[in-house]
């Protein structure tokens, strides 16, 4: 399993941020995929989750109506469209396999939420 996340960044709160998730090495388009993200001292906090087909998400209340989950199984990409972004959304985020915190990760991308 190799995934790979690109997109984040710094971005001033009410901003919006794109993140992208490269996949391969496993049967992509039959897995449930995931973004996690883990803030510094903190926890991993599953974000949302989305079903092989696309069809079905699950998105945690503290994001839900920012955050968009959606793939693109023709080209094994996993994407996280945040949108008026706070201060706490600021983390480490992660592409991940499976439903909730889900398995095996990418190495992350940082994205800073800050005035």
Known sequence: VQLVESGGGSVTP???IRLSCMASGFDFRS???SWVR???G????????LTPDGSYSKTSDSVKGRFTISRDNAENRLYLQMDNLRV???AMYYCAEGWGKGGAR?????VTVTT
Not at 106 to 110: E, F, S
């Open 31 to 33: 897995n449930a995929m």
């Open 106 to 110: 990418g190495p992350g991308t940082q």
């Open 88 to 90: 706490e959304d600021t």
């Open 42 to 49: 903190k926890g991993p906090e599953g974000v949302s989750s």
């Open 38 to 40: 883990q803030a510094p």
């Open 14 to 16: 009410g901003g919006s």
